[in-house]
């Protein structure tokens, strides 16, 4: 008879206020005139937008939820929902302010920032090798 161990995984509740990269965020018509031509500027050089809002993990998943006020100047903007289980490395790069978390996962990568980034990487990056 052979006894399986089962390791404990620690509780992962993650939710941080974070700016996530969002590479086809446009404007909506509510952006205009010097504004416009700043973001799209900004978004052209740069490959995408910054945009402001909620990341969320926990067992069932890693979560990106634009606010309000980014969902009204972006047209089209919606969540991001990454299951654990497609994360295939998670790391921190420098950023000024805030560092950023880099998430590969199977269908490419997620960029987002927000204070504390490195502790979040290395909870994230962790409880993920576990799984």
């Not at 416009?36 to 740069?46: D, E, I, Q, S």
Request: glycine share 10%; charged share 20%; with cysteine.
């Amino acid at each position: 008879m052979q006894i399986k161990m089962q390791r404990h995984m620690p509780a992962l509740n993650i939710e941080k206020l974070a700016n996530a990269f969002v590479p086809n965020a446009d404007p909506s018509p509510l952006v205009a005139g010097a504004a416009l031509n700043a973001v799209n500027r900004y978004g052209k050089k740069h490959g995408g937008l910054w945009v402001g809002g909620k990341v969320t993990a926990t067992p069932d998943g890693l979560r990106f939820a634009p606010n309000r006020l980014n969902r009204a100047f972006h047209e089209g903007l919606d969540s991001t929902n990454i299951s654990l289980s497609s994360i295939r490395a998670v790391t921190r790069e420098f950023g000024w302010v805030t560092g950023i978390v880099v998430v590969r996962h199977a269908e490419g990568e997620f960029r987002f920032r927000c204070f504390g980034a490195k502790q979040v990487a290395t909870t994230l990056g962790a409880y993920v090798a576990g799984l």
